[in-house]
């Protein structure tokens, strides 16, 4: 069973923390939009769990399990009042959201991966639901602030080859009966990794 | 069961009257958007049945209610061939339109909690659903207009308030072993009630 | 059973050569808008598989084909690398993209419409899936874009009314029992040739 890659309760913790990351920066696109507390806290939890529930619908998981854990639902709500009281600081500390957003998209890679192959998916399949995951998110949210998907524009550093490094590595990991918490992380951190280093010295 | 909360001939009913007030406010924005009797038709069947197939698409109830009843699948069309006669008095008679927009907000955040619960959904995810299922159509329909949706907007009187209003009550009544024909309309009427002060006095 | 209808490698192969096609024409909206080659592929696999990946969410056929058959995977990155280098030539070759898509259109209209029918489906919902698995590729490519579809646009020649009219056949065909691999493959030229006489004398 690769869903014991981590702990559940492991595992909770760093999904809810992704969540929390990506719900921030619904939340700030939200803000840049000039839309109101109520916009802010809908393109959070758009952000935050769409790309979740797209696997989730995908993959036939269903009801998602963004609907069944009242968690994952109160926790872009807490991410949007964080926005609406704090976003100059928040802004300001916009290396530290990146940092986190960059941590969120290796671990949504990474689960999302390994879950697709719970399910029963190939190999293939399972990363590019692992990416999908990872990225999703990020397509609602722009999409429903009427902007072309930052993942598809060139002037853009690169965002989904790393989410894609780590899905393959999980793919490759299951394949050698490798993967762990140790590994998955590693795997996580790999994108992690490339994302930090694509945004340092702008790698688009 | 909740989902005797009304007979199945009044709950059908009230689901149809809901589809064909979303489904005119679809054909409206089309006709304001230049689009021909086709696109009219495609814009208030995506309005009129978006909220309810991403509702049973999420819970599992696959293929969507709008899928197997042929009287779901053809309001739309009947709301886009008025619309294409009638548009400018129907225009004209906008606080009508608004006024049935606003009791097709409430009956829809009504059952879709209702049959959120029915499938096995905790009370804060059916609330979600609820909510999600009242205002997804017209999410749909301003995407696919190419306009940020109007849920999301500070300059528009609250719209989804309403909704989640009527979606927790639903979800207390359900709880309190209360939910019933006349309980479950109340609900539906608070929120119309809502909506309609919202846009008498201007709230946002 | 007609998922009979064609043999499973004619089949296949139909799907493959539809998904290419549809693919193209999503590369060379990406190429439009300045995308990168990461751009174009997403965006060619988003135009590929979108109306299949819909269709099999709505009938409950999940996991989708799209994401069980490696060949529907890379097919669409195959289009992308052939836009990507050969753009110039594949925009001059207007024509011969605007016949393949229309026949694109045609074929996934025919097995939309008879998956959806083995799906247990009503003969209107049936081709109204038919229906949007021949159009909803296009509408996510444009969506994702940020453009109104063009499938909703008074100024492009007529689109979903050619794929209409080969969903009514293949339901007609279905309550006949007269759909077999030439009746079938008659509806999708049939939609071919409606849509290719809408080009040619700018029907709209």
New interface residues.
């Given amino acids: 069973m690769t869903s014991q890659l981590f702990s559940h309760d492991v595992q909770h913790t760093l999904d809810i923390a992704g969540i929390f990351v990506f719900a921030l920066s619904g939340g700030l696109l939200?803000v840049r939009?000039?839309?109101?507390i109520?916009?802010i806290a809908?393109?959070a939890e758009a952000t935050g769990l769409g790309g979740g529930?797209l696997r989730d619908?995908?993959?036939?998981a269903?009801?998602?399990a963004a609907?069944?854990d009242?968690g994952y639902?109160?926790t872009p709500l807490a991410a949007a009042v964080v926005v609406f009281f704090l976003h100059p600081e928040v802004e300001r500390i916009n290396w530290t959201v990146q940092s986190l957003d960059a941590l969120g998209l290796g671990l949504f890679a990474v689960t999302g991966t390994a879950k697709?192959h719970d399910?029963?998916?190939?190999a293939?399949?399972s990363v590019?639901?692992g990416v999908a995951t990872a990225v999703g998110g990020g397509?609602i949210r722009d999409?429903?602030?009427?902007?072309?998907?930052s993942?598809?524009?060139?002037d853009r550093e690169?965002y989904?080859?790393p989410a894609l490094a780590a899905a393959i590595l999980v793919a490759v990991l299951i394949a050698a009966h490798a993967l762990g918490p140790v590994t998955g992380t590693g795997a996580a951190l790999v994108a992690f990794a490339l994302r930090m280093l694509a945004l340092r010295y702008g790698w688009?």
Same sequence: chains 1, 2, 3.
């Fill in positions: 939200a939009k000039n839309l109101d109520f916009g809908m393109l529930v619908l995908i993959i036939g269903v009801p998602p609907f069944t009242i639902f109160i697709a399910y029963g998916l190939g293939v399949a590019a639901l397509v999409v429903l602030a009427n902007e072309v998907p993942l598809l524009r060139w690169i989904a080859v688009r």
